[in-house]
């Protein structure tokens, strides 16, 4: 099972940008599609993005089409979530996932601890 860190969560104003990393661990990274997920309190989580193993086909929840892009660097097994426009709606925990599914369902195996991100007004 592979395990995941995200990190580059953090405070910024409404219109900044952060970036997200997820770091995987394991020798097989290329072979897991990876998708990031959000949850604000009182909220489920949802989906945000999600890319396929090799890089080549991404999905994106509507809500953050065209101001969120998802990425990833198999040789660093790393994942990233580049967020600009952000809104204050956007405040949530942020968790990164593997799966060997490309889905935007949570049915992925393994989780990060999350990272939270907050956008102020």
């Known amino acids: 099972q592979v395990q995941l860190v995200e990190s580059g969560g953090g405070l910024v104003q409404a219109g900044g940008s952060l970036r997200l990393s997820c770091a995987a661990s394991?020798?097989?990274?290329?072979?897991?599609?990876m998708g990031w997920f959000r949850q604000a309190p009182g909220k489920e989580r949802e989906f945000v993005a999600a890319?396929?193993?090799?890089?080549?086909?991404?999905y994106y929840a509507d809500s953050v089409k065209g101001r969120f892009t998802i990425s990833r660097d198999n040789a660093k097994n790393t994942v990233y979530l580049q967020m600009r426009s952000l809104k204050p709606e956007d405040t949530a925990v942020y968790y990164c996932?593997?799966?060997?599914?490309?889905?935007?369902?949570?049915?992925?195996?393994?989780w990060g601890q999350g990272t939270q991100v907050t956008v102020s007004s």
């Open positions: 996932a593997a799966g060997l599914v490309l889905t935007s369902t949570p049915l992925y195996k393994s």
């Open positions: 890319i396929s193993g090799s890089g080549s086909n991404t």
């Open positions: 394991g020798r097989t990274f290329s072979s897991y599609s």
